[in-house]
């Protein structure tokens, strides 16, 4: 092989062509990307400078002052946490043991197939239909009165579908071979969930579950008319200041409160309860992230 | 020199740390069938797809060595992997037909490999029936040629897949166990086409089944943990090995 042979896979103008166009293809994907990435980093930066001299500690453990115009957003903060606490406490387990009967057991049959296509059309119910629900049902036929209850029912109504949703999702992405292995030694099909499905879709669920987390905190319509209120002073530094019975503030009602129904609010109160707000989701997204992440570690396959 | 289709020198390759390929160094001759046997977990796979460098896909994968594939060194930096893998061809474990119809899958390359007004009907009508015939589907098939390929026997879809690979006109088939989901009468199928397409194409089949590799290949390469450990005519090494680990192998005695 003394004689340089012409390269018989050398790149052809059309070769050439396409790889071009691979790269413009590429640099299309990216670009959206980025458009995606960057205007969340701006917002984000934006809200944090514009926070900056509000935020302290003292921000977070007192009580609005003044007509909401000085003092921090305990009341509101404790109350959201009271909120989404017990509206996934309802709303994660019947949505994640009904989602398992239907992945698991029920037959695939009319009945079950209008169950499901209801729950996806659940799923995309604007939220302030919810709160007229929530409004009718919990607040004046169940008589629970406008409270931390009737409020977390309707967010955990709210949340419901959708956590039944990505969780039958996740347990559909277990093979169905880990299931037949199961069957195969005898096992009933709760020792299969309980095994095999449940410890291989967990991280799934649990992703769907956390999405609604940020969802119940962020959504005012619901608790509006079902429990929230514009103000209200509640013991500083106690955890248990809130009775369920009791109405309560909310960071997101808050929020609408301060940036547009009180005058002459100090510039940067409205930014930091909204980084709060912010600051509060993606806390409890970085812990299940961590739980996530441990979970899988542990997975085989 | 032009006997050799695909020759490799000194090729090694690491998965991260992990050496799956050592100072492997084998010439394949060309429009002969070549069986690649061993063990599980040799490195067959890795070395059969180091010939259309599939391999790189993943990214923590390094090669060190040589690999020229005819006669033209396949990591110099001018290859253009389009060009490469459209004269080299790859059939799979399990047949992959693409969810189209016959048809389409059988064109699929050559929409790839041009442009779309470059493409007349006869042609492509042309090249479906060529492929059909030479993958002994065509009688079997001409009257369905709109139906869905995923719809077809396993043997069928294997033999389509091949065919798949022929308008592009490869000079090299890479075969990785592709019996291996099918029944005896599929695999004998398959080996009857091989036998039909070794002359025309350089065929190199990964193949676990002993009887397989002594009934198809003309030579034979037995590997042992990523090291090529003997390399011959197929019914010398079959009759007469000249290492006792191939011995040991090919009597059934591990693997
Ligand atoms: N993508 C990969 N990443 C890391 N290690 C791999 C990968 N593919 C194969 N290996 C390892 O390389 C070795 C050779 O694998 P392979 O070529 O698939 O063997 P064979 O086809 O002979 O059974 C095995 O030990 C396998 O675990
Ligand atoms: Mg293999």
Redesign the interface.
């Known amino acids: 092989m003394n004689a340089p042979t012409p390269n018989i896979f050398a790149a052809t103008p059309l070769a050439r062509k396409k790889q071009r166009r691979e790269q413009l293809a590429r640099a299309v994907f990216f670009t959206m990307a980025l458009l995606l990435v960057v205007p969340l980093v701006l917002i984000v930066t934006y809200l944090v400078v514009q926070a900056w001299p509000v935020l302290s500690w003292e921000f977070l453990t007192t009580n609005p002052k003044r007509g909401m115009r000085a003092g921090g957003i305990w009341s509101a903060l404790l109350g959201t946490f009271y909120l989404v606490g017990f509206s996934l406490l309802v709303a994660a387990p019947i949505g994640i043991l009904a989602a398992v009967y239907l992945n698991e057991y029920a037959k695939d049959n009319w009945f079950t197939r209008i169950v499901n296509l209801a729950v996806i059309n659940l799923a995309a119910v604007p939220s302030i239909v919810h709160a007229l629900f929530g409004l009718g049902a919990f607040v004046i036929f169940f008589g629970l009165g406008k409270s931390i209850l009737a409020a977390s029912l309707t967010l955990a109504i709210m949340t419901m579908p959708v956590i039944i949703a990505s969780t039958k999702e996740a347990l559909a992405a277990v093979p169905q071979s880990f299931r037949e292995a199961c069957w195969n030694v005898g096992a009933t099909r709760w020792q299969t969930i309980r095994h095999v499905v449940l410890p291989n879709s967990i991280s799934g669920i649990l992703t769907g579950v956390i999405l609604q987390v940020s969802r119940a905190a962020g959504e005012t319509a619901p608790i509006m008319f079902t429990g929230a209120v514009f103000f209200k002073a509640i013991e500083e530094g106690n955890l248990f200041a809130y009775g369920l019975r009791d109405q309560c503030m909310a960071l997101s009602m808050h929020l609408f409160t301060i940036s547009t129904q009180v005058p002459d609010v100090p510039h940067g109160l409205p930014f930091a309860t909204a980084v709060v707000l912010l600051g509060t989701v993606l806390f409890i997204n970085a812990l299940a992230i961590i739980l996530r992440v441990w979970l899988r570690s542990r997975k085989k396959w | 020199?032009n006997h050799f289709s695909i020759t490799t020198r000194d090729l090694n390759l690491w998965y991260a740390k992990f050496q799956a390929l050592k100072n492997v160094t084998v010439n394949i001759p060309q429009g002969k069938i070549t069986g690649l046997i061993g063990p599980s977990g040799c490195g067959k796979t890795t070395l059969l797809r180091c010939f259309n460098r599939i391999n790189e896909r993943f990214g923590y994968v390094t090669t060190t060595g040589e690999i020229t594939?005819?006669?033209?060194n396949?990591l110099?930096p001018?290859?253009?992997l389009?060009?490469?893998r459209k004269?080299v061809g790859m059939v799979f474990q399990r047949p992959n037909p693409l969810p189209i119809s016959i048809y389409e899958n059988v064109v699929f390359g050559l929409r790839i490999?041009?442009?779309r007004r470059d493409l007349r009907k006869s042609e492509l009508d042309d090249a479906v029936e060529k492929a059909l015939r030479e993958v002994l589907l065509w009688d079997d098939l001409k009257d369905r040629l709109q139906h869905r390929a995923t719809g077809l026997q396993l043997e069928q879809q294997q033999k389509l897949c091949i065919a798949r690979l022929l308008p592009l006109k490869p000079q090299i088939i890479l075969m990785d166990e592709p019996c291996s989901a099918l029944d005896t009468a599929g695999t004998l199928g398959i080996e009857e086409l091989m036998r039909a397409l070794a002359g025309h194409y350089t065929i190199v089949i990964v193949t676990h089944n002993m009887g397989q590799a002594r009934r198809v290949s003309d030579e034979c390469v037995f590997m042992l943990m990523g090291e090529v450990v003997e390399h011959a005519k197929t019914t010398d090494l079959f009759l007469t090995p000249k290492d006792p680990r191939t011995a040991d192998y090919i009597e059934g005695r591990y693997g």
Do not use: K, N, P, T
């Not at chain 2, 594939?69 to 033209?72: C, M, W």
């Open positions: 020199m594939v005819l006669g033209q396949i110099a001018d290859v253009s389009i060009e490469l004269h490999h041009s442009e």
